[in-house]
């Protein structure tokens, strides 16, 4: 995924537990555990057999010795990261990706599930190369090879060194039990590389610096000369001696043999000069990358030569003991208030790179906090109590750790105010107007307050609700009942053509009497029923429903008409029978009324006929107005009759005063001529 040269991991790598202890130890496993996991995966997830999974740990490893985190900034000045090493886009699709699924990508399992999904959808054709091989090892070395280049497309002379670790690393792990081999991750940093047989330390005679110098043992002697520089690459290790700017120790000549003295050499990236660490009981075995049958070994001189691996010789066996031990720290605290962070400095540790900052509660019994920092200081905010704090000093290259002494302090109780007690009202909010209000400090006896604005109320609305008619729109609307404002939330037109309309028939009763009135629901086939109220006023009661067409079901219950309408019709008519006042006169306005959930649509939705309504008109007892010759009829003889009587050619017996008089003035004039008149030309009723 990156080009070697540009290979530098920022994450630390743990020792063994021989060499730093239990934390240590947990790190390693945790390397080995992800190792597993990623090998489980791409079994079990993958398909892979045993050689092709080889293939992939052994890019992984040197991608990023399987830790999830593993990050480097490459030639081109971008970050690469995690277990592949992602690069640009390939790391912001691994992000996407993991966002979008709700996984962590900085996890061993998200990246094994982005892993997965890139190689079924824009890395098939990598995959395609590594699947079918055969599983042995040399299958594992194609994997290997194939995956380098097909997955990763680093630099080309990785492929064959990939190819051969997968070979040579993983196989025999995963693919041949029998020959199984114990492959050691040793973390950067400075170790003392003494020989099992003499206990003799490596280092070169005279100090020497120069292509060829060979490397020696000698007593050791706690200096740069003898420090060796373990580095992680992505073909190996390579060692240096700290005194060292460039050379690192390099097998002696090109043809690698049994018996080949072991030198110094600059640095050429080629497999010379890579070594793998093989964790044995007693210490390690460090094997050529070249050639892994060929080890370090000391001759008889006392200089370091590669020999054929022999697990009799004890000469073949080192053991590595970290040079940069930190020395410890003791912190110096500066005590205050809680109300003000705790300040704690301390002076800087040889060797340590950074610093681990632990603060005890001892009231509690708890760790109130830690934190890792680079500088020789560090402030915290804490509750009042009594605590303890340590520095414990790090090394990253060598993991080696220091604590210095533990120092207690405590931290005072400083009264501040905490406005969330008593609240007071100076001004009530209104629903247009934010009010006021003072809450008081909850401290006991503080009486400290401070003015808060508090939030307007929310509008308490009303629904109003105007049906249109059949010359005026309706409404829905709402009225909050704080503050009276008034919105109209939704128009409801005038009825067109094919909308539902209730309207009512005008007729014409004598006081006293009944009258049959028409209702009709018009162009009602898409209203799947209702339920609305229908009132005549105080001069008249409807006593009863003479017939309905169109529905169903009907019913009729204190005014309340219900209906279900039938699905072959589109109106509904209905008989009222409505009995009319004896002392009633003039006119009865009949009223239809209903709510917005009064009518459905045959889909459930809400339907809000338009109301045409007309008026009860009251007639003398006796006969009908207008008819003022009495035959039945409203007609020019009655025109002609009051006009006679009005020019006093007729006496009063000779007309009906009281049918003649339809303007309602209590005379007979000239006034009801015209009105009849306009009448019987179909211009005007008579009222």
């Known amino acids: 995924m990156k080009k070697l040269a540009a290979f530098l991991l920022t994450v630390i790598f743990m020792l063994q537990t021989a060499l730093v202890g239990v934390s240590a130890a947990t790190d390693k496993a945790t390397l080995e555990k992800n190792e597993k996991t990623v090998y489980e995966f791409l079994k079990s997830e993958l398909g892979l057999n045993n050689a092709e999974a080889c293939g992939v740990l052994a890019n992984i490893y040197g991608e990023s010795r399987f830790v999830p ?68 090892e040399n299958g594992a070395y194609t994997a290997g090879y194939n995956w380098c280049r097909y997955f990763g497309r680093g630099a080309s002379s990785l492929y064959e060194y990939r190819g051969n670790l997968s070979k040579s690393m993983f196989w025999p792990k995963y693919g041949d039990p029998t020959a199984q081999k114990t492959y050691a991750l040793i973390s950067n940093g400075s170790y003392y590389i ?75 990236g080629h497999s010379s000069q890579a070594w793998y660490f093989e964790a044995v009981e007693e210490g390690y075995i460090i094997r050529s990358v070249q050639k892994e049958d060929l080890v370090l070994d000391v001759s008889s001189d006392g200089s370091v030569i590669v020999k054929t691996y022999d697990p009799s010789k004890k000469s073949q066996v080192w053991t590595l003991t970290p040079a940069d031990v930190p020395s410890a720290a003791t912190p110096r605290v500066q005590c205050t208030n809680d109300s003000v962070p705790v300040s704690i400095e301390w002076d800087a540790a040889e060797n340590a790179d950074r610093y681990s900052v632990m603060i005890y509660n001892v009231d ?23 605590y303890s704090v340590t520095v414990e000093s790090i090394n990253d290259k060598s993991g080696m750790t220091a604590v210095g002494d533990s120092v207690s302090f405590s931290v005072e109780k400083l009264h501040v105010h905490d406005f969330s007690g008593e609240i007071e009202t100076i001004e009530n909010a209104t629903c247009t107007k934010k009010g006021s209000a003072r809450v008081y400090c909850t401290g006991d006896g503080c009486g400290e307050y401070i003015t808060v604005e508090t939030d307007m109320l929310l509008h308490d609305f009303k629904v109003l609700f105007t049906p249109p008619t059949a010359t005026s729109n309706g409404s829905i609307a709402r009225l909050c009942r704080s503050c009276l404002l008034y919105e109209v939330t939704e128009v409801l037109s005038m009825p067109s053509d094919g909308d539902p309309v209730i309207a009512l ?90 709510d917005t959930d009064s009518f459905s649509s045959n889909e459930g939705d809400p339907v809000y006929p338009a109301l045409d309504l007309k008026q009860l008109l009251i007639v003398p007892k006796d006969g009908f107005l207008g008819d003022a010759n009495r035959d039945g009829d409203v007609n020019t003889k009655d025109v002609l009759i009051i006009r006679r009587y009005i020019a006093g050619l007729v006496d009063d017996d000779a007309v009906d005063l009281n049918r003649a008089d339809v303007d309602g003035n209590h005379s007979c004039d000239s006034k009801d001529v015209l009105k009849i008149r306009r009448f019987i030309a179909g211009l005007d009723d008579l009222d």
């Open 69 to 136: 985190t593993a990050s480097c900034i490459d030639v081109d000045g971008y970050e690469s990261y995690g277990l592949c090493q992602w690069h640009v886009t390939r790391l912001q699709a691994l992000k996407d990706f993991c966002e979008e699924k709700g996984l962590d990508y900085e996890t061993v399992e998200g990246q094994l599930q982005y892993l997965k999904y890139e190689l079924t959808t824009s890395e098939k054709f990598a995959y395609s190369m590594i699947l079918g091989l055969p599983d042995n």
């Open 505 to 594: 028939e005008s007729t014409e009763v004598a006081a006293g009497k009944e009258a049959v009135v028409l209702l009709k629901m018009k162009n009602f086939s898409s209203v799947s029923g209702g339920v609305f109220k229908i009132e005549c006023g105080s001069k008249s009661q409807i006593t009863g429903i003479l017939d309905t067409a169109g529905t169903d079901k009907f019913s009729f219950d204190d005014g309340y008409i219900s209906f279900e309408r039938s699905a072959s019709a589109d109106d509904v008519e209905v008989l009222l029978l409505i009995k009319v006042d004896d002392g009633a006169s003039g006119k009865i306005t009949l009223s239809v009324t209903y």
């Open 194 to 268: 003494s020989n099992n047989s003499n206990g003799k330390c490596i280092t070169v005679p005279s100090h020497a610096q120069y292509n060829g110098a060979d490397v020696a043992l000698s007593n050791l002697s706690e200096n740069d000369y003898f420090r060796i520089v373990v580095s992680d690459a992505d073909y190996g290790y390579t060692l240096k001696p700290r005194f060292t700017y460039t050379h690192v120790v390099n097998i002696y000549a090109t043809l690698v043999s049994d018996g080949k003295n072991v030198t110094l050499y600059e640095p050429t």
């Open 364 to 386: 509690l019994g708890e760790v109130t906090l830690s934190a890792l920092v680079s500088e020789t200081k560090f402030a915290s905010s804490l509750d009042a109590g009594n």
